[in-house]
């Protein structure tokens, strides 16, 4: 297992006017395999980490594998995690969702799997695979070969009554992170939902949903939520993406745009950060936005508002 991170990778990280931008420098630039996807914040062997969800599909859009990248944002460094589930016969398989948004609580990483609910991996146990195994688990149609991948096993499919588009976190007033995830649709027209739910604490534990509203917003991609003040992302095909700020009932458009092809959304109050990223090929940015210029103070509280252990 490489430790804490690889090396032979790094992204770029850049300046742009006050923005922070990191870019690909290899095949992940321009790939139509694999695109990125989910972006969340939190701690990685004690170090400060970035993870970015990518789901691999067939040029069909069938989807054949999911991953979370796990980026040391002092280092730049980078270290790949497969996603799998265990079938009924207890084998290995590559879980084969869109991974549209990420929570992450502890050694928790929550993944929203449109339509299927959200599913729920542990960052404890990583497991080592090799050979044909690996290649499987990420989705390849090539067989034997040397390879070597880390995997996270799914712990448990959590239910949610709606499409579970995404998925984003929430802070109090204060900037202490709540047990509590945002999770919405994403729809083509004005029907999209988003609910506010605690999280399940326990093994035995649901999601429980405290609040829902609809924004009357299209193509939905990120939700995050800090005291009364919400933040969501617009797509906008091939063109830059809007962010929409404000109380639930109240937001209106920010003049601060977002990536191209934009996705899903995330907190960075320690940064004083908001994070976003861009899946188009060519055009693929992981980009933070100063909270200062979004009328957000930064500034966190303590803990990561729920365990990190299973009970």
């Keep these: 297992m490489l430790w804490p991170f690889g090396s032979t990778w790094r992204p770029v990280r850049q300046r742009r006017r006050d923005t922070v931008d990191l870019r690909w420098l290899s095949a992940r630039t321009w790939t139509r395999r694999w695109y990125p996807q989910g972006i969340d914040v939190g701690e990685w062997r004690g170090r400060r980490t970035l993870a970015v969800s ?3 599909q067939e040029l ?3 989807h054949l594998a999911s991953r979370v990248t796990l980026i040391d944002l002092a280092r730049s ?18 879980a084969r969702i869109h991974a549209g948004g990420l929570a992450w609580f502890g050694d928790r990483l929550f ?18 695979v ?7 688990l990420a989705g390849a149609r090539r067989r034997g070969g040397r390879g070597t ?20 976190r929430v802070f109090d007033d204060g900037g202490t992170p709540l047990p509590r995830v945002l999770i919405g649709e994403h729809r083509t027209d004005e029907s999209g939902r988003i609910g506010e739910f605690s999280i399940a604490e326990h093994v035995d534990d649901a999601f429980t949903e405290v609040d829902r509203f609809t924004p009357g917003i299209k193509r939905m991609q990120g939700a995050v939520r800090r005291g009364d003040h919400h933040f969501v992302s617009q797509s906008d095909r091939l063109h830059p993406g809007t962010l929409w700020s404000g109380r639930r009932d109240a937001l209106t458009p920010d003049s601060v745009r977002l990536p191209v092809g934009c ?3 995330a907190l960075d109050l320690e940064a004083g950060l908001l994070w976003s990223l ?7 940015v992981v980009r933070g936005i100063p909270l200062n210029r979004l009328g957000i103070a930064s500034g966190t509280g303590t803990g990561d508002g729920a365990s990190s252990r299973r009970t």
Excluded: K, M, N
């Design 54 to 56: 990518w789901f691999r």
């Design 60 to 62: 069909s859009g069938e």
């Design 77 to 94: 460094r980078h270290l790949d995690i497969l996603l799998a589930v265990t079938d009924d016969d207890g084998e290995l398989q590559p």
């Design 111 to 128: 993944a929203a799997a449109t339509g299927r609910g959200i599913w729920e991996f542990d960052l404890s146990d990583i497991r080592e």
């Design 130 to 136: 090799q050979g044909a195994r690996a290649h499987r």
């Design 149 to 168: 991948a880390l995997i996270a096993v799914r712990t448990r499919v959590h239910p949610i009554p709606l499409r579970c588009s995404y998925i984003g």
């Design 263 to 265: 996705e899903d959304l």
């Design 278 to 284: 861009g899946e188009h090929p060519w055009r693929r």
